[in-house]
């Protein structure tokens, strides 16, 4: 993560700038970050980086002059006395990789840099304004910048010094397609499919672990509300195309008394944190069928694999929402169903890239608690606060105990499944 700040200054007098800097380009253009291994002996060891032969170039180039238009433009900041930019996330490109060894420490070092185009004032301010970098000089520097025609700026220098550490580490488990797809694809796309592989296996554990002691008939105490789940989808999958596996959840009533509605928090159904809920196996083309289901020999587990994968902050705060006004929780009375889809996708990523016609694929909804109910529909919730993570896909973390009510099951699904044709 990458943040620039203004430093404190009483003689200032509260007058902010604008400068435009690539985080990415400078942090790792030649004369970006210099990396340091550090030594058995406490000393420090510069690693020379290949800023030149045979690697992709720098996604972003250096530009030579801004026209300040006052809309959002890449690259260019506003700050005042004592403010900073909001942290941006930086991959480390394949070069500073190539010469990492696992088991060594290392440090990135800024070596500092000076801002080759800016101004006084705020973007508003300068609206309109040619912003033009000095004239490159044979030492790779450049000469002083020009805000505007005839008009000198002074020198503006972004400090050095700002380190990181870290120490390098091999995956103890290889991932089996590495090498075929970094040729296909390259090194960071390859990157960011190992890491989404990584996520899934993580996740496949945490499932295996947390289901080792299956929800039963027993854990529906009295007075508790009846969810039942049942799955629909197409008999066949033609190609490499979208694929839709409805899930359906239908409130049956409340074991042995009453007929109140319920609101609940739907997406703890079908979170990656749910040990129970949607599972999607695999039987090969030519494997014989088996008659004892997912857990027989014929069936592996099929992880999916999300396409739309990225990165998202985890560790900030936890949020406050109202229950009756947030998307991730509905309602429903005795009788009712609630029906969201799981959407599969051939053409992408999310099934295996190695399924072929003859394979066919089972779907199963597999016994879920719901971690936060309450009885009512969603008006009589205005006003009830829980606490979602920072990033809201997650569970409710207060209450944790779901204000000492009740564990509301949802039974499992008969399976259904479909096959890949031609």
């Not at 002074?154 to 870290?166: D, K, S, V």
Request: charged share 25%; aromatic share 8%; proline share 6%.
């Amino acid at each position: 993560m990458s943040t620039i700040h203004s430093a404190a200054d009483d003689n200032s007098k509260g007058r902010r700038c604008i400068f435009h800097w690539s985080m990415y380009t400078n942090a790792f253009a030649e004369n970006g970050c210099i990396l340091v291994r550090h030594k058995d002996n406490g000393t420090f060891e510069k690693v020379l980086v290949d800023n030149k032969s045979g690697l992709v170039a720098l996604s972003e180039q250096t530009i030579d002059s801004l026209v300040v238009s006052g809309q959002h433009q890449a690259n260019l900041f506003e700050l005042g006395s004592g403010e900073q930019t909001s942290p941006t996330r930086l991959d480390l490109p394949e070069r500073y990789y190539r010469v990492l060894k696992a088991g060594e420490t290392y440090s990135l070092v800024f070596p500092g840099a000076e801002i080759g185009m800016w101004a006084w004032g705020s973007i508003q301010d300068n609206v309109g304004l040619e912003m033009k970098a000095g004239t490159l000089l044979p030492s790779g520097l450049r000469s002083r910048p020009r805000a505007k025609k005839g008009q000198g700026q002074p020198q503006l220098i972004m400090p050095g010094g700002a380190l990181l550490t870290f120490t390098a580490v091999a995956e103890e488990v290889a991932w089996p397609e590495r090498a075929a797809r970094e040729a296909q694809v390259g090194f960071v796309a390859a990157n960011t499919e190992e890491q989404r592989w990584r996520m899934m296996q993580q996740a496949a554990a945490r499932r295996k672990a947390e289901s080792s002691v299956p929800l039963g008939p027993s854990d529906r105490i009295p007075g508790a509300p009846m969810f039942s789940a049942s799955l629909r989808c197409p008999p066949t999958l033609r190609g490499r195309g979208y694929f839709d596996v409805e899930i359906v959840i239908k409130y049956e009533g409340v074991e042995r008394s009453g007929d109140q509605p319920v609101t609940f928090h739907w997406l703890s159904l079908v979170s990656e944190q749910q040990p129970g809920g949607f599972q999607i196996y695999r039987r090969r083309r030519g494997d014989a069928p088996g008659d004892s289901g997912a857990e027989s020999g014929t069936w592996e587990s099929c992880e999916l694999e999300e396409t739309s994968f990225g990165f998202m902050i985890v560790d900030e705060p936890d949020i406050s929402v109202r229950v009756g006004q947030h998307n991730h929780f509905t309602s429903l009375r005795p009788g009712e169903s609630w029906t969201t889809t799981q959407t599969l996708s051939g053409d992408d990523t999310e099934l295996p890239r190695d399924m072929a016609p003859g394979d066919v694929f089972r779907c199963t909804f597999e016994e879920a608690a719901v971690d936060w109910w309450d009885w009512g529909v969603m008006e009589d919730h205005a006003e009830t606060v829980v606490k979602l993570p920072c990033y809201e896909a997650g569970n409710v973390t207060e209450p944790s105990d779901n204000g000492g009510r009740p564990k509301l099951v949802v039974s499992s699904a008969k399976p259904v499944e479909f096959a890949i044709i031609e």
